[in-house]
């Protein structure tokens, strides 16, 4: 059993083996730090962060870098919008990204380094293929000289005279070729500029993570991580840059996750359909929010939708509740690894089948499902079944948790938590108890009525609608 990966640019899934044996070496392209992160920038952070913890968990050691683009056309348009400096916006948003991020159950890369700490690097990469006639300086801007590539295009699958770079039409001017991407620009009046061998100026977007990537992971790392939409033109000329400097492997597995759909709308600025991040934490919570995030597989699309967020919470609270049980079920009895074994088993096929976290969290729920069958043996004080119950939830926390980051163990003690999972509980036994009286069966309204009430909850019927209380706390009903 081993991990296979698809390769975007083979198109096929493969064993992943690392260049040196034991360890990962893997760079996400990370933000362009002009505004907040929205749930699109979260899905490619939770997927690779979840690959990220499994290659660790599966013992290897894993270095992961993830740039920051902190000088950029946006940054320096929003910069002149609010009349600041660029750094000051760079620097606002380079915060706000890794406030979230850590927010999100993310674990920080290894290396974040700054396109602004990398002009060293990125001068001498462009040198190097200016030395060789791969790229050339025009009005103070260096451009690559794209058909010189022989590879260019094969990332992408695009036919060499499908492609646009997408870049404004100023630096067309100087282009010999249509196809030709800037790799070093002209500070034009007013914009902040570096020194340069061809006149002050600032680096193109691509040539940043062909070179930093190469200084912290070397040449043929082991996987390149992003969004499906980097494929092109970024990752096609971050290759490019690298191969055609070098003559060798830029990367050896290229990784690409789908986008975030708004209901069947794709979600976009234009649109106005863009949720904020932080937005999303603060109505879902991190543990499910990641659990709907892992509930398609990382290349296909994911839609965005209450009901979606909602069948993912009601997952998240099902493993919390087991959790809950199982601890209190299983004692101090030692737990029985053995019983645990055959879901670990299932989840790591999973996961090994190119991360497959849905299938993985179907493995999760077979292993609740057992658990929840053994508990009220354990809670009996049957021994076994204690042991196999205690087994069982060390599993759920070491997967779930260490694994998927789903912030299992936190929402166990999570006072918020519990009061969320308290809510969701006793508002659907309103909705039951005003079915029935709507169906003028009262016997069962006043069941349920008794019921909470017996659980400490306290329910008024109002003019303004049905309230409760739990019997110490403030009001919480809505
Ligand atoms: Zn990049």
Redesign the pocket.
Known sequence: MALSLYDTLTREERPFEPRDAGKVAMYV?GPTVQGDAHIGHGRAAVVFDVLRRYLSWTGYEVTAVQ?VTDIDDKIILRARREQRDPAVIATRYTRAWNRTMDALGVLPPDVQPLATGHLIEMQDLIQRLIDQDKAYAAGGDVFFRVRTFEGYGKLSRRRIDDMQQGEDIVDADHKEDPLDFAMWKSAKPGEPAWASPWGPGRPGW?I??SAMAAKHLGHGFDIHG?GLD?VFP??EN?IAQHEAAHGDTFARFWVHNGMVQMGTEKMSKSVGNVVPLEQALADWGVGPLRVWYLSAQHRTPLTFDTERLRDATTVHQRFTTFLRSARRAAGEVEPDTEVAAPHIAAFRAAMDADLNAPVAVAALHELVGAGNELLPAAERGEQAAQAAVAALADALIELGDEVLGLHLEEALTDAAGLEQQLAALVESLLEQRAAAREAKDFATADAIRDQLAAAGVTVEDRRDGVRWYVSTASPAGR
């Open positions: 392209c740039n691509h940043e993570c992003g980097l970024h990752h971050e």
